[in-house]
């Protein structure tokens, strides 16, 4: 089987222009075949700010009425998936900018209202990757932003940890997968308070254990039950880390048990 | 040759739920290979409106600074494009929304500064077809937004009737092609003030004598323009039409000579 890298970034790096020059150096960089998954959070914050939309949060959740939904579809499939589309071409790397609708790669249903209703959110239910994988062969690298559709003409606004989680279990039925989850800190850290308590390996058991203690904070928690979902559907690595140091293979490696 | 179709549709058309609906439901329709080529000029400026950024044009074209230049980035790669494809898979029809920076397909330089300076607005260099190809061959309908790249990370903004001639054009090497320039009138009028006169043929001879008579107006220059360079350059058909009459055939047909 073929390897295929997938990079998840959150927003904070491909907002700002210097974290985003960088992140697209080293996503240049990786050999084979690549899909770069794509956050936007803070811009699209931004944007509903200035237009005068006030912006709801639940436990790091954004609450999508209509009108935030053609933010995120602004934001998200325009604006931050054309600009890092644009800087990959500059770089020689062939890049395709797509949602969840295009090529029709990822289905959802808009979550339930059970204690909150989180509007316009969308819930995955199938993944596609056909179109995907004939244009892998081509070297192409697509570029996913954060949104899904329902098959009815609705856009979902969708997190992108579990879309980068979700193509990668289904790509693992062709490829090798290798997901690299990159945020803010260099893995997950044994201590909250210090950025060098890395853990090299981190298993289900392990996680669960830190949970319940506390020191793997909220924040953390949907990126490694994410992962660990995927690793326990045909992943072959799991890798949170930074956007410095995801192409040197370095941070927190998800095991099985 | 196979033959491919290809659908230039105004802002106004794609931006009115209505008339897009009416508009989605003729494209899926046509049969064998297609692309759409949209606008969404009135929903840019409607949002720079309510972002506080004054639209400037100059005869019809739009004066794009860097805010500019984000406003349609965000309404044309993202609102206007995501509809439309969400809309036509809700149809059945697989679509791929693209800007000319998406696999590379449309290249583009700043227009030079001569009277006016238009900022990032672009002017076409070359365009790639190649990838498309593959996916028309797997029944893909892409749908283009009128934004190109200059290969060196800037996007620009640049008229869609020019890329839907230039598409034409290039896609011409491979298929029969068929050009449908769909605006509000039912095709070109030999008496704008009545929109039963429309001129069932048009060659480039009598184009240069509306234009000096006055009779044809200045908004359909660019687009005439346009349509007899596709004649002149092996596009088969270009057909000046509105969106309820290009199923049907019906308009105004560009004759060489």
Chains 1, 2 share one sequence.
Do not use: W
């Amino acid at each position: 089987m073929d390897r295929l890298t997938i990079v998840k970034v959150g927003g904070k790096v491909v907002e700002e222009t210097d974290s985003l020059n960088a992140l697209l150096d080293d996503f240049r960089k990786v050999s084979g075949n690549k899909l770069l998954v794509h956050g936007g959070g803070r811009a699209a914050t931004a944007l509903a700010e200035r237009l005068g939309i006030e912006t709801q949060m639940v436990d790091g959740r954004r609450i999508t009425d209509l009108q935030t939904l053609e933010v995120v579809t602004m934001v998200y499939g325009g604006l931050v998936n054309k600009r890092i589309v644009a800087g990959l071409q500059a770089r020689g790397c062939n890049a395709l900018g797509l949602t969840g609708a295009d090529l029709d790669i990822i289905r959802a249903h808009k979550r339930p209202v059970k204690d909150i209703d989180y509007g316009y959110a969308g819930d995955i239910e199938n993944v596609n990757t056909r179109e995907l994988r004939l244009l892998l062969d081509e070297n192409i690298a697509p570029v996913v932003a954060p949104l899904t559709h329902d098959g009815n003409g609705l856009l979902l606004n969708t997190n992108a940890d579990t879309i980068a989680a979700e193509l990668a279990i289904e790509f693992s039925n062709y490829y090798k997968v290798f997901l690299f989850y990159c945020f803010e800190k260099r893995g997950v850290l044994a201590d909250p308070e210090d950025d060098n308590s890395v853990l090299p390996e981190l298993s289900e058991t392990e996680f669960r254990q830190y949970q319940e203690s506390g020191i793997i904070s909220s924040g953390m928690i949907p990126k490694l039950t994410n992962g660990f979902k995927a690793r326990r559907n045909g992943v072959q690595e799991v890798l949170i880390t930074n956007p410095e140091n995801f192409a040197k293979g370095r941070g927190t490696r998800l095991t099985l048990g």
